[in-house]
């Protein structure tokens, strides 16, 4: 018989009902680190890190849907926490604060161990994972035939961490419509949080939000001055927060009924607007038209077209409206844009290259601020260019299958959640060629949803 082999130790009801949500413990977490932070100084950041890892294992213990709540709330806020930190510790330019939501995800492999005993997968859902893991691998390799040791780190950690996450999540089994709605309510605690703050930056940049991007290389989050900005909010780039806003928005949208949960995402509706990220604007509108396909969803993506269509107008009548409809405008230019043209020759310069990128050049961690260096943009140019055109298209081959198999899913089931994962998977098709999400938090949004995938069953490993 076939079943999930992955589980946190038995507990009774009774315990269970005593045991604190793991979501409250990430959040004081951030809470006691931003007060007590700056007085510890650079231990801080170390023990933030540990923290993370804590919060991890014990979220882990008690729920993959727990995990997930606590891991989300650990991305979102993690980068405001190290920047309020860096304003009177100095700024760090390891980013160490960064680690502790990736410890907090690869935690759970260490459940994996049991796994490896087991004879077989019975779930293809795991062969993606495992082709993108050892394409990085791969990429590793070249990186540290080069000598840089820690591009090479970096790069492995913040791209293996997401995928030891996904297995383990598709490897314990879970239900995954409690996982989707765990996220779900998570994103309607958070999403106005981010919202209101992003606003408010926009508007008056705080003194920690300024001191980083004085020292960050970061060349996309505008000027540290007012209605200059791209906002961010308490993430760490508009890429970051627009992807994860767009996110939580289709998922409130679509899980969520009654007007009080629109209400909440409209501050982060235009937050949004005022990233300025245009890929996450086209997600959203790929997200809307996919859902109105189906019957479950058709009345709400309808709605929502009319709702997105309310807030562009409210917002062009704001004072940063001016920003937002030249912006807006930009869509329509084709190749005359700007970023257009900027994409186009990388692929140019990476194909004048004297080997044509066809063994690859493994991680980097350039400056991109600094002289003669080229922006990467996109999966395709990214995985070209860390590892070669042949191991890179087999990576993008990977990516490509993981979003498909969420579309699919959605065809074959076509209930409310299977058609959101799948929408969630058609907005990642169109990020492939706009933008990457083989590492970090990108990665990490991107594999959550990929794996739950919602099918007559859900086990996936098979008993020897």
């Known amino acids: 018989m076939s079943r999930a082999v992955i589980a946190p130790e038995a507990q009774s009801d009774g315990q269970l009902s005593l045991v604190i949500p793991g979501w409250l413990l990430a959040a004081a977490l951030l809470l006691v680190t931003v007060i007590v932070g700056p007085t510890l100084g650079a231990l801080s950041r170390v023990l933030f890190v540990a923290g993370c890892g804590a919060v991890g294992y014990y979220s882990w ?4 849907a727990a995990h997930l709540q606590s891991t989300l709330i650990l991305f979102c806020f993690s980068a405001f926490v190290r920047r309020y930190v860096d304003l009177t510790v100095g700024f ?4 160490l ?7 907090a995800i690869t ?3 260490i459940s994996l161990l049991d796994a490896f005993g087991r004879k077989t997968f019975a779930n293809t859902q795991i062969a993606p994972i495992i082709t993108v893991g050892l394409c990085v691998v791969y990429g590793a390799a070249l990186t540290l035939f080069q000598g840089d040791f820690n591009d090479a780190a970096s790069g492995t950690v913040k791209s293996i961490a997401p995928l030891i996450y996904a297995a383990s999540v598709l490897l314990r089994g879970e239900d995954p419509k409690k996982m989707l709605e765990a996220a779900t309510s998570t994103f309607l605690v958070v999403l106005p949080l981010m919202g209101l703050y992003g606003i408010y930056q926009y508007i008056d940049p705080p003194d920690w939000d300024r001191n980083w991007m004085k020292y960050a290389t970061i060349l996309s989050a505008g000027q540290p ?10 993430m760490n780039g508009p890429a970051s927060f627009a992807t994860f806003t767009t996110i939580g928005i289709i998922l409130v949208l679509f899980l969520r009924v009654g007007f009080l949960p629109l209400l909440l995402t409209a501050p982060a509706a235009i937050a949004l607007m005022l990233s300025q990220y245009r890929t996450a604007w086209l997600v959203m509108a790929a997200a809307i038209g996919f859902c109105i396909l189906f019957s479950p969803t058709r009345s709400r993506a309808t709605f929502a077209i009319f709702g997105v269509a309310a807030m562009i107008f409210i917002a062009l009548l704001t004072p940063f409206g001016e920003t937002i409809s030249d912006r807006f405008a930009t869509l329509g230019q084709g190749a005359d844009d700007g970023s257009a043209r900027e994409r186009l020759e990388q692929f140019i310069w990476l194909w004048n290259k004297p080997d044509s990128g ?7 961690t350039i400056d991109v601020g600094s002289a003669g260096t080229v922006a990467v943009d996109g999966m395709i140019i990214s995985c070209w260019l860390t590892m070669g055109i042949v191991i890179g298209l087999v990576c993008l081959t990977a990516c490509a299958w993981a979003a498909g198999k969420m579309i699919f899913s959605a065809l074959a089931q076509r209930d409310r959640h299977s058609v959101v994962v799948g929408a969630l998977g058609c907005g990642a098709l169109v990020q492939i060629p706009l933008a990457g999400f083989l590492s970090g938090e990108l990665a990490f949004l991107f594999w959550a949803f990929a794996v739950l995938l919602i099918t007559p069953s859900n086990t996936v490993l098979e008993r020897a």
């Open 107 to 109: 935690v759970p492999g």
């Open 92 to 95: 760090d330019y390891n980013s």
């Open 61 to 64: 213990r008690q729920s993959a």
């Open 225 to 234: 001055l007012p209605y200059l900005i791209r906002t961010y909010s308490v």
């Open 358 to 364: 066809l063994i690859g050049s493994g991680f980097s």
């Open 97 to 103: 604060m960064l680690l502790g939501p990736l410890v």
